[in-house]
């Protein structure tokens, strides 16, 4: 029996945590991501309050995605940090996150391979042996058969009779890792993730609700499970999140507070 490995977790005092959110709202020609900035302030109150200075950026092409992920990959800070949070939130396709200028006739498309690349040992050494946790909130595909309003780059041309005003659905792609990254998904592969106009994305609040709750006891893999057990009630059973890629090879406890 191997015996109970735990991430270093860096004293309060001296350390640098950084996390980077990306949220494409306003899009050239794609439709608005209504509620998505709610998105923005619930995962931003999350990681400030878990010790992370959190850097927003809103509405950037492909391009501009790629160039801040360099960028906070260069960042010193990280010299005196012990992991990073990046969420990825945006209309999506099987191969990617769409930037702001993505069309459905010329997607603009930032393969989710390259954060991982972008992220490595050999591109990011001082996140090297680090929790590299990336969160990707986007739709996946479009194969739900339920419409409403698709953060698909390509929308479904069937229609779901009820609550056609309320949810909209966002999906995604996978990707290749090195080690101690793990990413979690709001959706399984091929399918649409939804989100509330009014107050946000489905998985993300399941999500942010997940941790205030269990932060405290429970390590990241736990959490991450806790979030898919709420999507088993029959109500939401529209999206499943799913947990990839996952090279942790310790238990990341958050230690709120601490």
């Not at 396709?93 to 930037?99: D, M, S």
């Not at 680090?130 to 194969?143: M, S, T, V, Y």
């Amino acid at each position: 029996m191997y015996p109970l490995q735990i991430y270093p977790v860096m004293e309060k005092e001296g350390r640098t945590r950084l996390a980077l959110i990306i949220c494409n709202v306003e899009f050239d020609e794609l439709s608005q991501r209504n509620g998505a900035n709610n998105d923005i302030i619930g995962m931003q109150n999350l990681l400030e309050g878990l010790g992370y200075r959190v850097d927003v950026e809103k509405n950037l092409t492909a391009l501009e995605m790629e160039s801040k992920l360099k960028q906070f990959a260069s960042r010193p800070e990280h010299q005196t940090s012990d992991s990073t949070f990046l969420v990825l939130m945006s209309h999506g396709e099987p191969r990617g996150i769409c930037g702001k200028d993505s069309t459905k006739e010329a997607p603009q498309i930032l393969p989710v391979d390259r954060i991982f690349q972008i992220f490595n040992t050999s591109n990011c050494p001082s996140l090297k042996d680090k929790p590299k946790i990336i969160i990707l909130q986007a739709c996946r595909g479009g194969n739900s058969g339920i419409v409403w309003v698709s953060d698909s780059a390509a929308p479904s041309a069937d229609k779901c009779p009820q609550d056609s005003d309320i949810f909209e659905n966002d999906t995604l792609c996978k990707a290749h890792v090195e080690k101690d990254f793990i990413a979690f998904c709001s959706s399984t592969p091929n399918n649409m993730s939804w989100r509330k106009r009014d107050t946000g994305s489905l998985f993300i609040i399941k999500l942010i609700d997940c941790f205030r709750k269990y932060a405290w006891c429970s390590h990241l893999y736990d959490i991450f499970c806790k979030v898919q057990h709420s999507f088993e009630i029959p109500m939401e059973k529209m999206q499943m999140p799913t947990i990839e890629r996952a090279t942790l090879t310790k238990y990341f406890y958050l230690f709120p507070g601490n």
